[in-house]
């Protein structure tokens, strides 16, 4: 059971278009983090979110949390080809960091 | 340059060896982890050490073997492997009650043959 959806899938645009990628539950979950993974490394946190509602921008990423905590999306204004990467987001439940959820991720290509 | 270190980075391996993956990190937190990534598959917790003990391992064939010799370092063994343990290997480490922030290692490409 997949308990955490992405999509899409996969994205592939060109520089300076926008996109949102969403990540949706029927679970509540206490936090929800968004990682991404470029080629040949490891993910790297982007953002964490916890309060319901809650919107977070990063440059020219904006997250935000839905209001219930089953879901969240990411925002990307004016792509740039660096954000090119696997998108990740994972759920905390019950405040156990130590085992998150993760979702399949959302493979982006920004082509110059 | 990241603060955890994966060794080594690309592992091809026939069915009967015995290998071993390493990770050091650099960042001082109390919990380490590993984590299986395969295509179409969400990320695969196998094993967890908190303050170098084992708290969790999430049903993990025997063929896999963590050791946590300290709180710097982690191993995983492998022997006798099948073709669909290919896939790539995640070392994570975190501060148990921080922000729940994981940070990885580059990961071990492991093919096994």
């Known amino acids: 059971t997949q308990l955490l959806e992405q999509s899409p899938q996969f994205l592939s645009i060109q520089e300076g278009e926008n996109l949102t990628v969403y990540c949706n539950s029927s679970s509540v979950f206490s936090s929800l983090q968004w990682y991404r993974q470029e080629p040949g490394e490891g993910p790297v946190l982007l953002v964490t979110?916890?309060?319901g509602g809650e919107v977070k921008k990063l440059k020219r990423l904006t997250f935000q949390f839905g209001d219930a905590r089953k879901d969240s999306s990411l925002h990307i204004t004016a792509a740039q080809p660096g954000d090119t990467g696997l998108y990740l987001c994972a759920g905390e439940r019950d405040g156990n960091n130590r085992k998150l959820i993760w979702g399949l991720g959302t493979s982006l290509a920004v082509n110059p | 340059e990241t603060g955890v270190t994966q060794t080594p980075r690309h592992l091809v391996m026939g069915m009967t060896n015995k290998k071993s993956l390493k990770c050091e990190q650099h960042l001082g937190h109390n919990a380490m982890y590993w984590y299986k990534q395969s295509a179409k598959k969400p990320l695969e917790l196998m094993f967890v050490?908190?303050?170098?003990?084992?708290?969790e391992n999430n049903s993990v064939p025997s063929r896999f073997s963590p050791e946590c010799p300290n709180s710097s370092h982690l191993f995983l063994h492998l022997h006798t492997l099948q073709p669909e343990d290919s896939a790539l290997y995640l070392c994570?480490?975190?501060?148990?009650?921080?922000?729940?922030?994981?940070?990885f290692g580059e990961g071990s490409r492991l093919t096994v043959l």
């Open positions: 994570a480490s975190s501060q148990l009650g921080g922000s729940g922030e994981l940070f």
């Open positions: 050490y908190s303050l170098e003990e084992r708290v």
């Open positions: 979110v916890v309060t």
